[in-house]
């Protein structure tokens, strides 16, 4: 099942690290999300990429996150120097155009990363 | 005020009976609704979407109010499988941002 592959599952940095988070979107999807979910909240809205562009940033952080869909390769989201609020689950989600045109979006299996 | 309230619960219910539980959302913009199922550690995976007619789908019936803003999970004939927390999600008009619900925990026990 090709379906949204993200790595690493789980990933532990110390504060002040970096984490890269990884999305290889499903085949044939040009579009992707990013969420994430803080403990015992719903996850929320980060960020949605084209290959090569970011069409929303409206939901990332306005220091430290960053995110990218490169042409070649998976979609990165970099959180710099992370703190202990960074903890939670990052979904990524693709869906083969945006999904205006009603198409359902892919979560992949989330990367939860712990900041110690 | 959130974008959309879910009682947390948990509901605990034996195998075999009937939980049902609301979700509120507070834009009235909003446009398509969903229900999602997620497991502990896991993704979110779509459950069905909820129409404004109303729809099922096996054990599973949603219902959506839009006069009152809120729609409706029913589970019948519980499973001990269906332990899971279910998330409401919203999403507006003319928006690809889908607003999720913090989810009510189920909790199907033999």
């Known amino acids: 099942n090709a379906g949204v592959m993200q790595n690493p599952r789980h990933l532990v940095r110390r504060r002040g690290q970096e984490a890269r988070l990884r999305c290889s979107p499903m085949k044939g999807h040009s579009h992707v999300y990013w969420y994430r979910q803080l403990p015992e909240e719903g996850l929320k809205f980060m960020v949605y990429?084209?290959?090569?562009?970011?069409?929303?940033e409206s939901g990332m952080p306005k220091e430290r996150f960053s995110a990218e869909f490169p042409k070649e390769g998976p979609s990165i989201l970099r959180i710099q120097q992370v703190v202990r609020g960074d903890s939670a689950a990052y979904f990524c989600?693709?869906?083969?155009?945006?999904?205006?045109?009603?198409?359902?979006?892919?979560f992949g299996e989330g990367s939860w990363l712990t900041v110690v | 005020r959130k974008e959309v309230e879910q009682d947390p619960g948990p509901f605990n219910v034996p195998e075999g009976a009937t939980v049902a539980f609301n979700c509120t959302y507070s834009n009235s913009a909003s446009q398509s609704f969903f229900w999602y199922r997620q497991d502990c550690r896991k993704e979110p995976k779509l459950l069905m979407s909820?129409?404004?007619s109303g729809n099922e789908d096996g054990r599973f019936t949603a219902q959506l109010n839009r006069a009152s803003q809120y729609i409706s999970l029913l589970i019948r004939d519980s499973k001990l499988s269906d332990s899971a927390t279910y998330l409401c999600?919203?999403?507006?008009?003319?928006?690809?941002?889908?607003?999720f619900g913090a989810g009510t925990t189920v909790t199907v026990r033999a």
């Open positions: 999600v919203v999403r507006r008009t003319n928006d690809y941002k889908l607003s």
């Open positions: 989600a693709s869906s083969p155009s945006g999904t205006l045109s009603g198409n359902t979006i892919y």
């Open positions: 909820v129409y404004s």
């Open positions: 990429l084209q290959k090569e562009n970011i069409i929303d």
